[in-house]
């Protein structure tokens, strides 16, 4: 399906010397301006993707899986609809790992992983010198929370995955133990830390050469903000409102305080119809 965003807003930063401009006429042509991504030379590029309601919900009471934002907003066109897995799309096919918690893993009931079959994206993957396929990060705190036999990215051989965690799983089948080390070069391993400090966790990708690193984790979203490790949050809000006590980024989090908190500034904003906003934000952290 080929779709052509209307940007709205787009911040000049962009244009400066602080970001490098990834000229590609498919993603231009979609986007309607050219893509271009931060610069950073001594850490890693860390940014979440996220579909919410217009109240900041991630998914439904009755279906807690986060695709469903889009999918059950029956106002949306088909358009608007593949714009969001789109964005999502190009999130990942910029990143060398995406950050995914064991909660979402069981939301999605063992079928997650972070594919890209969007194919102007896959060559634009290839343009960036990227793997075929994402490292995924799980970060977990109990392993033996989930049951790993049932997870399609444990299953399927050609999907490389680091598990963190603070304990030894009864069972895992396939996978590399080690502590405290990781290794690029194994497809499926196991790294048993003290405590999942995730500057830490950020840290030990960062020195294997995970340069761009995408999460999807609404938990961890929250800590990455608490450590001022994330630099840009892309949100699409889907023009529905949900309510009541159903997960949204952060809300088992303890909160930041009116003093000292995020500030998010928008960097593109871009629409297609009337019922969905696609947003990219560039995150600050001490402002005074």
Request: proline share 3%.
């Amino acid at each position: 399906m080929q779709i052509k965003f209307k940007n709205l807003i787009h911040h000049p930063i962009l244009d400066s010397s602080k970001y490098s401009n990834h000229q590609n006429y498919k993603i231009g042509e979609t986007l309607t301006y050219n893509f271009n991504i931060p610069i950073k030379n001594s850490q890693a590029f860390v940014f979440g993707c996220f579909a919410t309601s217009i109240d900041g919900k991630l998914c439904y009471p009755d279906k807690q899986s986060g695709f469903n934002i889009a999918k059950d907003n029956l106002l949306a066109t088909q358009e608007e609809r593949y714009a969001d897995w789109w964005t999502l799309s190009l999130a990942r096919s910029i990143s060398d790992a995406v950050i995914i918690g064991s909660n979402s893993l069981m939301i999605e009931n063992g079928e997650y992983s972070a594919t890209i079959d969007i194919n102007e994206l896959k060559d634009f993957r290839g343009q960036l010198n990227k793997s075929k396929q994402l490292l995924h990060v799980i970060i977990c705190r109990d392993a033996n929370k989930v049951d790993w036999s049932s997870q399609h990215i444990v299953k399927e051989r050609n999907i490389p995955i680091v598990i963190f965690t603070l304990n030894k799983p009864h069972i895992l089948p396939n996978i590399i133990q080690s502590t405290n080390s990781f290794n690029k070069n194994l497809q499926k391993q196991l790294i048993i830390l003290d405590n999942l400090d995730i500057t830490k966790i950020i840290d030990i990708l960062y020195s294997n050469g995970i340069k761009t690193i995408l999460n999807e984790s609404p938990y961890y979203h929250h800590e990455l903000l608490k450590a001022q490790l994330l630099d840009e949050l892309w949100i699409n809000t889907s023009g529905v409102h949900i309510g009541g006590n159903v997960a949204s980024l952060g809300h088992i989090n303890s909160s930041f305080t009116s003093a000292s908190h995020p500030h998010f500034s928008v960097l593109t904003l871009d629409c297609l119809g009337y019922n969905f906003l696609y947003a990219r934000y560039k995150i600050t952290y001490d402002v005074k």
